[in-house]
């Protein structure tokens, strides 16, 4: 049985990111990944959006947050991030729960900008209410997966384990004792004994549940 402080599971950004976190405070660790590489799923399927808060017009916290973390990512991160286009958020003429005002207050409040954009050749203003030039950048999560993927590999305390699940796990005082399983292993050889045929204990229709015949022509 293999030994280690921690086991994170899901080698994502935040499982990487903690793995990290940990070996580099001495720590052996477990990273445990079911598919065949890290960063497959949402760390890697996204919308690249770093955020700054305006994706949350809804949620002043949440927003919050978003803007105040933006400058930590940025700082560790800042070789993956595009800051050299516009980012434009456009608020729908119809069932949108937010209107511009709402929008502009809640920009102002957290202090992001956002202009008005009167006309822009990309969008159809018959289906907008309002449309506003930001500042959000985007992140590369192609570099960021090579980025992890090749520093988890070559960080002394790490042992990655791919093509595995934490099938089940058990606590004993401060310990826990996990069960691995692959997904992909082909499923363990299956008895199966064929039963003889059993006589039919189904009575054949009776005459009054046959079908009526159809009247020949
Ligand atoms: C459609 C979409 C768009 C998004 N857009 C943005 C965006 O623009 N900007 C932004 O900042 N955030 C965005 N997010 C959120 C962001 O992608 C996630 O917050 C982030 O990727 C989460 O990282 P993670 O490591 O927790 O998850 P993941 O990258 O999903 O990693 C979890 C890992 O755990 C593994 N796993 C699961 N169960 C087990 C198990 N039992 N055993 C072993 N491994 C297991 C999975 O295979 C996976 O690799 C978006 C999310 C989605 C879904």
């Known amino acids: 049985m293999q030994r280690f ?6 080698g994502g950004i935040f499982g990487c990111y903690a793995a990290l976190h940990l070996a580099g405070k001495g720590a052996k660790v477990a990273l445990v990944e079911k598919e065949k590489r890290l ?8 919308q690249a959006r770093l955020h ?23 700082a560790e991160h800042r070789q993956f991030v595009n800051f050299s286009f516009d980012k434009y958020y456009a608020i729908d003429r119809f069932g949108s729960f937010t209107d511009p005002q709402q929008f502009e207050r809640f920009c ?5 900008r956002c202009e008005r954009v009167p006309e822009h050749n990309f969008f159809n203003f018959n289906r907008l209410e309002a449309l506003y030039r930001t500042e959000e950048f985007s992140f590369d999560p192609v570099l960021l997966r090579e980025f992890y993927r ?4 070559t960080t002394p305390g790490i042992s990655v384990f791919r093509d595995t699940i934490v099938h089940a796990a058990a606590a004993s005082g401060k310990d826990w004792t996990l069960e691995l399983q692959s997904p992909s292993a082909p ?13 039919s204990t189904s009575k054949p229709p009776s005459s009054s549940t046959l079908p009526t015949p159809l009247p020949m022509p």
């Not at 402080?5 to 899901?10: E, T």
């Not at 960063?39 to 996204?46: D, R, T, Y």
């Not at 499923?187 to 006589?199: D, F, M, N, R």
């Open 5 to 10: 402080d921690f086991v994170v599971i899901g």
């Open 39 to 46: 960063f497959q799923k949402a760390s890697l399927v996204n």
């Open 52 to 74: 700054s808060g305006y994706h949350y017009p809804r949620s002043i916290a949440t927003a919050a947050l978003s803007d105040e973390h933006k400058e930590r990512f940025t």
């Open 108 to 112: 102002a409040y957290l202090d992001i």
């Open 150 to 153: 090749e520093k988890v590999e």
């Open 187 to 199: 499923p363990p050889p299956q008895t199966i004994k064929p039963s003889p045929p059993q006589p």
